[in-house]
């Protein structure tokens, strides 16, 4: 068989051979070590939150080595693909800090020498190394239709054998060039597939997380190009990944069952593979057993759960990053305004078995990130949550930013912030009580009396002065206490407390419920200030109740 003649038979048209582009493509000028990784997400409309944490690996792995992180979109698959999905994806990455180097960078934007970077504009390379595979003997046309497809499979499921195209059952093998002619001019579709080499015997790749994977050899003639023209992942991938020059595939574990396939392609093609890495899936606890993160059960497995809950970007980053590399917290710790592209990351240190993903532990870390932020960091952020996903929010405060700014300012700051905060969702009910609209109304605490909490109100609504700095303040809570029988020293208080309807503790608390409604705020002082006369009203009308 002249493998040329069929070459030229299937692709007329195609003048450009693989050593053409391999000349469009040189090697990357990077130090040595430099990781070169990629996103490459097939544009569905949905963005897993297992996507965005191999996206996060990507990034760790090519910044932390000096690399390039660059985004390609998938679209070979168009019964998968929706309109509008690669802003979504853009949209997922950029709003938790994961932005690429190269590629698609931004709707619209593409950066870097090395595309194009949308698979769907690169049929042209795909169809050089097609016609270079069949030239050399490597690949060829197969004309079997879906009824011979699956007639083959029956047969080989009632002889208990393995089901794929293959061996004998590989019909279109070896179709002569006259048989190939007559079938083309009878305008009949074909596919390209792979021609395997015998099997049987076992391949070895070791692997970043998962260490030595002994896996079969392929023997399937797998597809190279389908009767559209346009290949499946495999193919496009191994060229993509080729002459992108990447150095490391991150991707989820879903992907080992084909990978002696993957081997098999860049082998015919005569490219070295890249390192892979494959990643477990995201696992949760549901009553008591783990199982994968669905797309189907779970609404925190969507990246968009965590936009419209408005966790902030660090707050999710160093979660993933911790599910990651358990030494993250660790570093963290130590450096706690660092960019994570500083962390030294390491595949060796991920879990081969799948990270359990913690929503209780996700907010704490966010808690924690939100606690280091400043007044003016959690305004804005607040804003730009709010504006898209809580207009009343919103317009409260942006009607008086000062205001608002002031709020978030309270208990803000030094060693120990609090942590009330994960999420800007959670804002609204953190500063309700310091809006009319939003007040949930005054509440009494449960060991005070009701008569002498009233009392307490009616008189400190007297004395209070918003002026009053905060000794001022002090000594008036004092006055108070004496002016409604509470003890005002804690020690004599303990030592008898008998002896009084409460401490100065009760006093503080009865105010605090009455002016927040809570059992426990930030600091009292500051709250009262920013409520001035609006806390009068309020003890007034809880001192009536
Ligand atoms: N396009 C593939 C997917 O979205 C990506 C696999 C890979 O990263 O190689 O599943």
């Not at 595979?133 to 054998?161: D, M, W």
């Not at 998962?210 to 003639?221: A, F, H, I, R, T």
């Not at 303040?473 to 008998?498: N, Q, V």
């Not at 426990?520 to 006369?533: E, F, H, N, W």
């Amino acid at each position: 068989m002249d493998y040329t003649k069929l070459a030229e038979l299937l692709y007329p048209d195609v003048t450009k051979t693989p050593e053409d582009i391999e000349a469009l493509y040189p090697a990357r000028e990077l130090p040595e070590g430099a990781k070169v990784t990629r996103f490459a997400p097939s544009p569905t409309g949905y963005m897993h939150i297992g996507n965005m944490f191999s996206a996060l690996i990507d990034l760790l792995a090519a910044r932390s080595s000096g690399g390039v992180f660059y985004l390609r979109i998938e679209d070979t698959d168009r019964k998968r693909e929706v309109s509008d999905a690669v802003p979504v994806i853009l949209d997922g990455l950029r709003t938790f800090g994961i932005v690429p180097d190269e590629g698609v960078v931004a709707a619209g934007e593409r950066k870097g020498s090395y595309g194009p970077y949308v698979q769907s504009e690169r049929t042209e390379i795909y169809r050089a190394c097609a016609k270079a595979l069949v030239a050399k003997g490597a690949a060829y046309p197969c004309f079997c239709t879906p009824e011979e497809l699956s007639a083959i499979r029956s047969e080989q499921e009632a002889a208990g054998e393995n089901t794929g195209y293959y061996g004998k059952y590989a019909r279109c093998r070896d179709l002569s060039l006259d048989d190939v002619k007559a079938k083309l001019d009878a305008g009949m579709p074909f596919v390209i597939r792979l021609r395997a080499e015998a099997g049987g015997g076992k391949i070895v790749v070791d692997d970043m997380i998962k260490g030595k994977l002994e896996l079969p050899e392929n023997d399937v003639d797998v597809v190279l190009m389908k009767s559209d023209g346009i290949p499946p992942y495999a193919f496009a991938h191994a060229v993509d990944d080729h002459y992108m020059r990447t150095t490391h595939v991150i991707r989820g574990d879903e992907w080992v069952s084909s990978l002696p396939a993957h081997i098999a392609i860049f082998k015919a093609l005569g490219f070295r593979p890249p390192k892979y890495a494959h990643i477990s899936p995201i696992m949760k606890l549901d009553g008591g057993n783990k199982r994968k993160l669905s797309k189907r059960k779970d609404p925190e497995a969507g990246v968009s759960y965590y936009m419209s809950k408005g966790y902030p970007k660090q707050g999710v980053l160093d979660y993933l990053c911790g599910i990651a590399n358990s030494d993250f917290e660790d570093w963290r710790r130590a450096n706690p305004d660092e960019s994570i592209e500083k962390f030294k990351f390491n595949f060796k240190k991920m879990s081969s078995s799948g990270a359990l993903f913690d929503t209780a532990k996700l907010d704490d870390v966010s808690k924690g990130v939100v606690a280091r932020m400043t007044a003016d960091e959690v305004l804005d952020s607040v804003l730009e949550w709010s504006r898209a996903n809580d207009a009343e929010l919103f317009a409260l405060l942006d009607g008086d930013r000062d205001r608002a700014r002031a709020i978030f300012s309270i208990d803000r700051g030094g060693k120990k912030g609090r942590k009330d905060i994960a999420k800007w969702e959670d804002v609204r009910g953190y500063v309700s009580y310091f809006y009319d609209a939003l007040f949930e109304g005054s509440s009494t605490p449960e060991n005070v009396r009701p008569g002498d909490a009233a009392a307490i109100l009616a008189r400190y609504a007297e004395l209070y002065d918003p002026a009053d700095d905060r000794d001022a303040w002090f000594a008036k809570i004092k006055t108070l206490c004496a002016d409604t029988g509470f003890c005002a020293d804690m020690k004599a208080y303990r030592a008898d407390p008998g002896a009084y309807p409460g401490s100065i503790a009760d006093v503080t608390n009865v105010i605090r419920a009455a002016v927040t409604g809570r059992t426990a705020s930030p600091d009292l002082y500051d709250i009262l200030r920013l409520l001035g006369d609006g806390a009068v009203a309020r003890m007034k009308r809880a001192a009536a109740q």
